[in-house]
């Protein structure tokens, strides 16, 4: 299921172009569309997938939004150039999610704004190719549109990943060896492979005695007029 964009991307863009297979008929192309649109929102639909896969990016929004606000930078427009699952993973973070792949051009917009000494910051998403008007989101835990930049930070913060080693390895650190433990162990392997190898060896000189044997020449009747 997570690799449904792959043939819904295709169809759709063959569509595009009137390229469409025969099969590939308006049914086959909406239950594709409703299968991949599903499979984004259930990518992110986690905590730990919305701080590893969207966190970076609003983290690093974050920080040039607070640098702006503390005068250490004076940029003022900072783009990315993503993927949709780039997009879609930040909103995701945001709590902006829901069933549906951000089409080609979309944009997410974070702006900072300055009114009476305090600053705010707001959301607008633009989720469609054929206009130029984006939709502000109300985030969760803001009072409006404008978020105060305090209580963005109080919300996100928090949420945001520390380091790719944390969040992808166990929280419980591994166990130190037990060199008592691992002696015991060789000791008793090496017991056991000397104990086969005897073995071993014991039954295929069992098994050449009892050949020999068997094996041993008749007398002839010459030998056996000598003992006569």
């Given amino acids: 299921m997570l690799n449904a964009w792959d043939i819904a991307d295709t169809i759709y863009v063959e569509q595009i172009y009137n390229r469409t297979p025969s099969w590939a008929n308006e049914n086959v192309q909406k239950t594709l569309s409703d299968i991949n649109e599903a499979s984004f929102y259930f990518l992110n639909l986690n905590n730990d997938s919305k701080r590893i896969r969207g966190g970076p990016s609003i983290q690093d929004i974050f920080m040039n939004m607070n640098n702006s606000s503390r005068g250490q930078t004076y940029r ?4 990315y150039s993503a993927h949709d699952t780039t997009v879609s993973a930040a909103l ?7 069933p549906h792949q ?29 206009s130029n008007k984006a939709y502000p989101y109300l985030l969760n835990g803001c009072p409006a549109f404008e ?4 209580t963005f930070t109080a919300i996100y913060q928090p949420r945001f990943p520390t380091s790719v080693e944390v969040e992808c390895t166990k929280n419980v650190p591994p ?6 433990k691992n002696k015991m162990l060789t000791v008793i392997l090496c017991s056991i492979v000397f104990g086969l190898g ?3 060896i014991g039954t295929f000189g069992y098994f ?8 041993a020449p ?4 010459e030998s056996l007029s000598r003992f006569a």
């Avoid at 978020?147 to 305090?150: D, G, H, Q």
Wanted: net charge positive; with cysteine; aromatic share 14%.
């Fill in 76 to 79: 003022k427009v900072k783009m």
């Fill in 92 to 98: 995701a973070f945001l709590g902006i999610n829901y």
């Fill in 102 to 130: 951000p089409k080609y051009a979309s944009a997410l917009f974070l702006d900072l704004y300055k009114q009476n000494s305090t600053y705010y910051v707001k959301v607008e998403y633009l989720n469609v190719t054929d």
């Fill in 147 to 150: 978020c105060p930049l305090e």
């Fill in 175 to 180: 166990t130190p060896p037990n060199n008592a």
């Fill in 198 to 200: 005897i073995l071993i």
């Fill in 208 to 215: 050449y005695c009892q050949r020999r044997e068997h094996d």
């Fill in 218 to 221: 008749l007398l002839s009747t």
